[in-house]
């Protein structure tokens, strides 16, 4: 079977499963079968409701992992959807389903070059796998971020990751990510006391209290960015307060926001400002942080070099190198001392209504893969 089929047929056998985060569906089950039958060694590493997956081929050596999720979020209105998200359809030369941009067609592009590159190395240098997960699209609790905890608790490393995010803008292989940026979560409680609009004295509207702080925190910038990130970012996403009645002060407000940073301010940073000018407000108050990824670069490296080098071979332009877009499970990979880089089709149609990815792109992305593993392993592997 060519490698166009043999991707395609793949692609097209994952989106036929509704595999809504966290549920795999048997995604996973399928891509086991697959790579042990190809040599490969499968570990499963289920935490709650969420299926993870590493498959991996060699024992010495550093490790080359490819990164992946098999889950894929709601299809939303099907009566929308000119056919059956779930029954992949090829129309024109694209293939459409929800989740084949966003990310069943790179997983099966990852596979098949991993099948590829063990049949023709099959005594390779170091350890070359994909890890799966069914929690990218989720709150990612349970997912690669626990998978990670696993490894680095046993001592196991990943040295280089190619995550398969949809990255590519007008043509495959136009844009790759080489970071991203970090996200930090804040949900504030400022308190008041309740009363009777008519009585404002008798009450303190904790409203009319946070109004100035919060349009301080917007209005300020945070840092001016550097070369390889952009000013951080503020982002206020949900404001409630009230009872519902119309003559009732609150008790309370609660805010929730968001900064997007890079390595220009750390996260501990951002806390401290943000807590340092509510008190200054002199409001009470509390507040809740969660840090969903700490930013991270890959600025060079064999990996990086390897990919530019297969992406202007194959598809005769340099791709431009950035960090935008939002987060990725690569924030979890990266901590453990790895070069990250994150490569795969166009991204104008996920998560959206008739999502697909063109058939002839996912041959050549598995293609660009398998190259890029060739030339990573030749590069950078050296045993440990």
Known sequence: MSDRNAVLVLTRALCARASVTPDDSG????IAARLAAAGFSIERLRFGEVDNLWAWHGSVGQTFAFLGHTDVVPAGDREAWSSDPFVPEVRDGQLYARGAADMKGSVAAMVVALEEFVAAHPEHPGIVGVLLTSDEEGVAEDGVRRVAETFVGRG?????????????????????RVGRRGSLHGHLKVRGVQGHVAYPEKALNPIHHAMAALAELAARRWDSGNTFFPATSFQISNI???????????????????????????????????????????????????????????????????????????????????????????RFIAPMGAEVVELGPMNASIHKVDEHVAVDDLARLSRCYRRILDETMRRGVIPR
């Open 156 to 176: 196991q490393r990943i040295d280089f990751c190619l995550v398969g995010e949809p990255s590519s803008d007008q043509r495959l292989g136009d844009r790759i």
């Open 27 to 30: 995604c996973q089950d399928l």
């Open 240 to 330: 409630h307060g009230g009872t519902g009645a119309t003559n009732v002060i609150p008790a309370e407000l609660n805010v929730d926001f968001n900064f997007r940073f890079g390595t220009a301010s750390g996260a501990e940073d951002l806390m401290r400002e943000t807590e340092n000018l509510l008190a200054r407000h002199n409001l009470d108050y509390r507040i809740r942080w969660v840090l969903s990824g700490a930013p991270f670069l890959t600025d060079q490296g064999p990996l990086l070099e390897a990919t530019q080098k297969v992406l202007l071979e194959e598809l005769g332009a340099q791709a431009i190198a950035d960090t935008g877009g939002g987060t990725s499970d690569g």
